[in-house]
């Protein structure tokens, strides 16, 4: 670890992901008996900071949901399903049900069910087979295309699923089904998202407070 981190500096996300991966292959070969027990000591992984999501503002929503043809599409999927960039490659018309989403073949390994907006689901109608036709494993080039063309600096992929998450729970939407939606195994992990809503608890305070004095 401290290899990793002083010599190669290697981020603590980074370090932990290598870590994380030696530890499996060790608990592997134990299991198929190369070693009789891993040397993968106890309390060994970066203590990482927790960082709150960043999602889109108001001004970017707009400005990304309004980008014309496959690009505004794709924008506009991502960001009203909270899809993973990989999840959302596959995606294909016939895992439409209803107004729900299919999605298969996940991290967690899980099916699970995303709604659909109306406005999502005419689109989805006229679109091709594969809802979103970029390589699954690359989504660098889509966000580098985005950044040209908005203007906005740190534009990637995945602040459209923190979006998403957001703006949930920004309308009331409950804690636990956005943990079904996005596929977190750990309501702590959607429960970041809550904590970046905090704010709200001021402004409906203020809206409280405003109706009782008028």
């Known amino acids: 670890r401290l290899m990793l981190e002083d010599h190669w500096r290697l981020s603590p996300y980074t370090v932990t992901h290598v870590l994380s991966d030696l530890r499996c292959f060790l ?42 043809g496959l690009g505004g599409f794709v924008l ?78 740190d534009f990637h992929v995945h602040r459209c699923r923190h979006t998403f998450a957001m703006l949930w729970l920004e309308a009331g939407g409950n804690l636990a089904v956005l943990q079904q939606i996005l596929g977190h195994r750990d309501l702590s992990t959607t429960m970041r998202y809550a904590r970046v809503t905090d704010e709200l608890i001021g402004r409906e305070a203020a809206r409280v407070e405003a109706r009782r004095k008028a």
């Open 76 to 153: 506009r999927f991502l960001i009203g399903t909270g899809l993973r960039w990989a999840e959302a490659c596959r995606a294909t018309r016939a895992d439409v049900r209803g107004s729900l989403l299919e999605v298969g073949n996940t991290k967690s390994g899980r099916l699970r069910r995303v709604p659909l907006s109306s406005e999502l689901l005419a689109e989805i109608a006229q679109s091709d087979h594969q809802l979103v036709p970029f390589a699954a494993g690359s989504p660098g080039s889509f966000s580098r295309t985005i950044r040209r063309y908005t203007g906005i600096p």
């Open 27 to 68: 608990r592997w070969s134990v299991s198929v008996g190369w070693i009789e027990h891993s040397p993968f000591p106890h309390r060994v992984m970066p203590r990482i900071a927790e960082v709150a999501p960043c999602g889109f503002n108001d001004r970017e929503v707009s400005m990304l949901i309004a980008i014309p």
